[in-house]
């Protein structure tokens, strides 16, 4: 089902919306709190989460009086930050505690911006709590998907991501049976335009200088590798209940309209705004309400024109293997994403070159034994087989 497919009613919410920001620290936990700062009236921070920046974290929790907090890395429990924490604050350590924090009776909505798979046990525990979910989290939806979405209930999940906003936004007042197409917009990343050969070469520092966006250095690789790209289409399948194919990649250079919606009649709906994801995280917050903006907006006499251009997956391979691990469904995108953390993490480190992801995500999806999907059990069991079968693939390439 789609998240439009029932009827969303009007905000039911508080007064002063209570949150929970998960990956706190992080690029998108970062802007979400400057949000917090900005509308402090009306939001309220009462549970953060971080995977090892402990003092970051521990400063967060003293600057907006948080008393919940959670490390997902379980080595950091003697770390000398923690004994400032003020009194009476809970601190819980690894993956379940962060979950824990979504499932609080003083949280009212969960932003769950964790990095990668670790982002599927918070979604899954925020909409079985009736939370309502703002999820910056891909991997949640291109794991388990088809867990998740039966779980959502009228106004629950909000995608924070800016091209799921995009489209999130072009839907409203259209009835999901007259959307035909999904134009999913993509600036191209740092090396648009470069040829196979012109690739070989390139480092990782290169690959991290995003021309429009500043994201975390996972998501970054990644949106040059283009299985960023790939990874939306995924989502976007899962959230608007649109066929794979019908999902079409455009490339965008100045990140400016964010995607599009087209519906059967040829008309074409187009999202615009800022390259600035406090944007879709405020919108996530105030929805259905409209906020005062959180940044500066486009100035369009200066924009002067807007450029377009297909999506290269013969060059950029990571985009054709994400839309093919859709259509075969089933556990194969679980096995997807793990092979391309792993790989992402091994080219960051400099034991894989950059055609090199594609190479390996490729191998280890053609060695994948799929899966009729059924628990978030035997997802975790996946990914673990499909981490270890990734390192095994990079061994071999090495």
Known sequence: MSI???????????????????????????????????????????????????????????????KHLALSNEDYRSAAAIAQLDAGVQL?????????????????????????????????????????????????LVCAGDLLMPLVKPGKLIPVDSEHSAIFQCMMG???????????????????????????EVTSAQALKHPNWHMGPKITIDSATLMNKGLEVLEAHHLFNVTIDDIQVL????SRIHSMIETTDGSVMAQLGPSDMRGPIQLAFSYPERWEAPTDPVNFFELGSLDFAPADDKTFKCLAL??????????????????????????????????????????????????????LTQLVEVDKRARALTKQCIDEVI
């Open 4 to 66: 439009f497919e029932a009827t969303w009613p009007e905000a039911n919410r508080p007064e002063v919306l209570r949150v929970a920001i998960l990956g706190a620290t992080g690029s998108i936990g970062t802007q979400a709190l400057d949000v917090c700062r900005k509308h402090s009236n009306r939001l309220q921070v009462v549970a953060l989460s971080a995977h090892s920046s402990v003092e970051k974290l521990c400063a967060l929790a003293h600057e907006f009086k948080v």
């Open 92 to 140: 819980g350590f690894g993956n379940q505690a962060v979950a824990e924090l979504a499932a609080l009776e003083e949280v009212d909505l969960v932003l769950v911006s964790v990095v990668g798979a670790a982002g599927i046990l918070p979604s899954y525990t925020a909409l079985i709590n009736n939370k309502i979910l703002a999820l910056a989290n891909k991997e949640a």
């Open 174 to 200: 259209t009835h999901p049976q007259y959307v035909s197409r999904i134009w999913l917009t993509c600036s191209g990343g740092p090396f648009y335009g470069k040829t196979v050969d012109e690739l070989y």
């Open 251 to 254: 490339i965008q250079r100045q």
């Open 322 to 375: 994400a839309r093919e691990a859709g259509r075969i469904g089933k556990t194969m995108p679980c096995a997807l994403n793990a092979a391309n953390e792993v790989a992402n993490l091994a080219f960051r480190q400099g034991s894989l070159s950059f055609l090199q992801i594609a190479h390996v995500v490729e191998k280890v999806m053609e060695l994948t034994t799929v899966q009729e999907l059924q628990s």
